[in-house]
């Protein structure tokens, strides 16, 4: 009787437990701030446990859209942001007490498309999507996607996927766990994940002079436009190398390599693969 009195209050526990968990966040508050910017003026934005957007728009004005959440009263009016608003210069960190469960401070910006836009988070995903000017990414923990960026792009994720869109120069991405992906880009890239695929595709490549693709443990893809030119230098040390484009692959017991050139030869296309496939398609 005593066991069954137990298990019974053990499972009230749990189920108010959980019954706080799907209600959570009880308490949000929003709120939306604006400051002035030059057009081509520098963001940097410092969140350690919530997701960041950034989004340009054709405004010399920065709106910062601010969500607060946390289970109760006392820690939602503990959270906040510390801003710093120039001329030509904007930063925003978001400011959390020493004991906060569950707390969580979203980030929501419009800003000049011309703005040169530094993103650091320790938890939570990020999106930034159409800036003429160039972006930066440092997360811990987290999802990332650039999408119709004009400047160079920097990613470096600790843990999360990473999806590149549109990118209109040169790009540099590294994923400690989790992949990367790439479509329509246009210029040089430089993709490497430790434990993750990497997949390019490109939808120009006259301005492209080197690309560069490794994985230690997960496969790699690369797609190119019809009649580019190339050097492609390809290995895996286990796992197939596949292409349309004919080239004279040699397969071993374990691996695969590639060396040859692909029309002018103009750009080097290094591709490295631990243990994965390798395919490379012109289409």
Do not use: N, R, T
């Given at each position: 009787m005593k066991t069954f009195a137990a298990l019974a209050l053990v499972a009230v526990i749990l189920a108010i437990v959980s019954q706080r968990v799907q209600a959570w966040p009880a308490v949000k508050h929003v709120v939306t701030k604006t400051y002035e910017l030059t057009h081509d003026g520098v963001i940097a934005v410092d969140d350690a446990s919530g997701d960041v957007s950034v989004v340009g728009w054709d405004s010399d004005t920065i709106e910062l859209t601010t969500t607060t959440s946390a289970w109760s009263d006392d820690d939602l009016q503990r959270l906040g942001t510390r801003t710093d608003?120039?001329?030509d210069h904007f930063s925003v960190a978001a400011e959390y007490p020493s004991h906060c469960f569950n707390c969580d401070v979203s980030l929501e910006l419009r800003?000049?498309?011309?703005?040169?836009?530094?993103?650091e988070t320790a938890s939570g995903d990020v999106v930034i999507k159409s800036l003429a000017g160039p972006a930066r990414v440092d997360s811990s923990s987290g999802d990332v996607e650039c999408k119709d960026i004009g400047g160079e792009v920097h990613v470096h994720s600790s843990s999360g996927d990473v999806t590149l869109d549109g990118i209109g120069s040169s790009v540099d991405a590294y994923?400690?766990?989790?992949d990367i992906v790439a479509h329509r880009l246009q210029a040089d890239a430089n993709l490497v994940a430790s434990s993750g695929s990497v997949t390019a595709e490109f939808s120009r490549f006259d301005s492209v002079h080197a690309v560069r693709l490794e994985s230690s443990s997960g496969d790699i893809s690369l797609v190119v436009p019809r009649g580019v030119g190339?050097?492609?230098d390809a290995t895996t040390a286990s796992g197939s190398i596949d292409s349309n484009l004919h080239l004279p692959i040699h397969d071993r017991d374990s691996g695969a390599d590639v060396t040859a050139q692909v029309g002018d030869g103009l750009a080097s296309v290094p591709l490295r693969a631990t243990s994965g496939d390798i395919g490379i398609t012109m289409r």
């Open positions: 608003a120039q001329a800003v000049p498309i011309g703005a040169h836009v530094s993103i994923a400690s766990s989790g190339f050097k492609i």
